[in-house]
Nanobody, 128 residues
Framework: QVQLVESGGGLAQPGGSLRLSCTVS????????IGWFRQAPGKEREGIAC????????RFADSVEGRFAVSRDGIKNTVYLQMNSLKPEDTAVYSC?????????????????????WGKGTPVTVSP
């Protein structure tokens, strides 16, 4: 049984930082790509980051490029999303999944292994 559990969300001020965690059980994060997604109120879900299993290993949507970073800890079997220089428009529920799907400019990137597992999400609010 594959399970993903996000944590680390909360309230941050504009310009601040948060680090989200995605703890995975049932598969090794070192062997599969893990994607981060977010859904803001009234908007469609957006793929924002991917920690891939092959080079260039990390990919980001234009909306977070240069501000967010992804990494993994194979021992803890956890993937992290480091969010810096937060903006009010980053307010959303953030989820991780066993797939990647995002746009870089007009280029669409997807990584999918036939597994569609998602965490329940963790809310992030960016407000003064």
């Amino acid at each position: 049984q594959v399970q993903l559990v996000e944590s680390g969300g909360g309230l941050a001020q504009p310009g601040g930082s948060l680090r989200l965690s995605c703890t995975v059980s049932g598969l090794a994060v070192e062997d599969y790509a893990i994607g981060w997604f977010r859904q803001a109120p009234g908007k469609e879900r957006e793929g924002i980051a991917c920690l891939d299993d092959s080079e260039p290993y990390t990919r980001f949507a234009d909306s977070v490029e240069g501000r967010f970073a992804v990494s993994r800890d194979g021992i803890k079997n956890t993937v992290y999303l480091q969010m810096n220089s937060l903006k009010p428009e980053d307010t959303a529920v953030y989820s991780c999944a066993t797939k990647c799907s995002l746009f870089q400019g007009i280029t669409y990137f997807s990584r999918y292994y036939g597994m569609d597992y998602w965490g329940k999400g963790t809310p992030v609010t960016v407000s003064p």
